[in-house]
T-cell receptor, first 110, second 114 residues
Framework: EDQVTQSPEALRLQEGESSSLNCSYT??????LFWYRQDPGKGPEFLFT???AGEEKEKERLKATLTKKESFLHITAPKPEDSATYLC???????????FGKGTKLSVKP | SQTIHQWPATLVQPVGSPLSLECTVE??????LYWYRQAAGRGLQLLFY??????ISSEVPQNLSASRPQDRQFILSSKKLLLSDSGFYLC?????????????FGSGTQLSVL
């Protein structure tokens, strides 16, 4: 069964304290891995898509990397506005359905 | 540019009452459309998806149904709500002509069934 597991469930950082979020997956034939950011009471906002092991993508203080079994979202020198829940997802089936992990809730304190 | 509209933003309904949530997409034709539900501690769960008008696939058996009366309109319904239907409902779309394309989400509806 295809699964996506994210860790930790919650992460509290001080402003400027870099860290990483983990997303491990078990799917037959990875066809992409997606990272989203979700603010409270809002829909997820797309961040990155990674397709192959070794691929990296960056956006401001965020960098996503992919291996054959997991993906990391590295946050460098985070700011309070980076506080959100970060979700990762992988496609299942041929219709574009995404299986989501439960997310990591990130809190960055000033 | 493409946009997705979802309403209402919040809804409080009594048990046994009907439900209708609507979602519309602008700026793209023949999108794939999705309804997800997000319950506390459970993550996003796919409820329904549609690849065309009148074509609905259900992921899990439940008290809900979906319809796609027009190309860019997706409706989530229930005849009689249950307490367990409470949650955050999200509509999403993807571009059908791109394989494994990312999903774009609406702003969500927070449904409380009391």
């Amino acid at each position: 069964e295809d699964q996506v597991t994210q860790s930790p469930e919650a992460l509290r950082l001080q402003e400027g304290e870099s860290s990483s979020l983990n997303c491990s997956y078990t799917v037959s034939g990875l066809r992409g891995l997606f990272w989203y950011r979700q603010d409270p009471g809002k829909g997820p906002e797309f961040l990155f898509t990674l397709y192959s092991a070794g691929e990296e993508k960056e956006k401001e203080r965020l960098k996503a990397t992919l291996t054959k079994k997991e993906s990391f979202l590295h946050i460098t020198a985070p700011k309070p506005e980076d506080s959100a829940t970060y979700l990762c997802a992988v496609p299942r089936g041929s219709q574009g359905n995404l299986i989501f992990g439960k997310g990591t809730k990130l809190s960055v304190k000033p | 540019s493409q946009t997705i509209h979802q309403w209402p933003a919040t809804l409080v309904q009594p048990v046994g009452s009907p439900l209708s949530l609507e979602c519309t997409v602008e700026g793209t034709s023949n999108p794939n459309l999705y309804w997800y539900r997000q319950a506390a501690g459970r993550g996003l769960q796919l409820l329904f998806y549609s690849v065309g008008i009148g074509q609905i696939s259900s992921e899990v058996p439940q008290n809900l149904s979906a319809s796609r009366p027009q190309d860019r309109q997706f409706i989530l319904s229930s005849k009689k709500l249950l307490l367990s239907d409470s949650g955050f409902y999200l509509c999403a779309y993807s571009k059908a002509d791109i394989i494994n394309e990312k999903l774009f989400f609406g702003s969500g509806t927070q449904l409380s069934v009391l």
